[in-house]
């Protein structure tokens, strides 16, 4: 079954920029969407297609994906950007849906 | 305003069996695909079951396969989630999601969870 591969934690001081990156074999032919969970809290869609981002979502947020690798981008951190990160694709060849394993951003 | 309510979760012992349900309002609730994710304790997310607007199309996890029935009512806005032959590890927070419309949607609305602890 397809695998989306994530780093378990990522770190970045406030006001600099963060990069998650989400690996698979070929993802940039599919379409990935990214999702943030802060503690104890539901996850939210913040990246849906790639690069669309939802109407109430900072356009510090954006997303891209070519490659073997995906990427949400997350401009002019702020400590309320301190959460888990998941990305997300559908694999048409088993038909399940398939999250990577999460990042733990922390606002240094 | 979408709003997604999940319910039905409780302790259950191994080999029981647990009925979820999810309310969902907003956008027409028949046009929308609706999801089960599920996210154990200090996990990730894991995603469950999902069912097209119609209960057209419907697929599973291979992790609860033969074990999990999902079906929904579009006359009560209604999702559920039929849980049998019941593990330690679908002990979980069992979120409802609902799906964007398009081609392999994203889910853009989940509510907060109902948790299901298997326990003897």
């Known amino acids: 079954s397809y695998v989306l591969t994530q780093p378990p934690s990522v770190s970045v001081a406030p006001g600099q920029t963060a990069r998650i990156p989400c690996g698979g074999n070929n993802v940039g032919s599919r379409s990935v969407h990214w999702y943030q969970q802060q503690p104890g809290r539901a996850p939210i869609l913040v990246i849906y297609?790639?690069?669309g981002r939802p109407s109430d979502i900072p356009e510090r947020f954006s997303g891209s994906n070519s490659g073997n690798t995906a990427t949400l981008t997350i401009s002019r951190v702020e400590a309320g950007d301190e959460a888990d990160y998941y990305c997300?694709?559908?694999?048409?060849?088993?038909?399940?849906?398939?999250f990577g394993g999460g990042t733990k951003l922390t606002v240094l | 305003e979408v709003e997604v309510v999940e319910s039905g979760g409780g302790l259950v012992k191994p080999g029981g069996s647990l009925r979820l349900s999810c309310a969902a309002s907003g956008r027409t609730f028949s046009s929308s695909s609706m999801h089960w994710v599920r996210q154990a304790p200090g996990k990730g997310l894991e995603w469950v079951s999902s069912?097209?607007?119609?209960?057209?199309?419907?697929y599973y996890a291979d992790s609860v396969k033969g074990r999990f029935t999902i079906s929904r009512d579009n006359a009560k806005n209604s999702l559920y989630l039929q849980m049998n032959s019941l593990r330690a590890e679908d002990t979980a927070l069992y979120y409802c999601?609902?799906?964007?419309?398009?081609?392999?949607?994203?889910?853009?609305?989940w509510g907060q969870g109902t948790l299901v602890t298997v326990s003897s």
């Open positions: 999601a609902r799906g964007n419309l398009g081609e392999s949607p994203s889910f853009d609305h």
């Open positions: 069912i097209s607007g119609g209960s057209t199309y419907i």
């Open positions: 997300q694709v559908w694999d048409s060849s088993s038909e399940q849906w398939v």
């Open positions: 297609y790639d690069d």
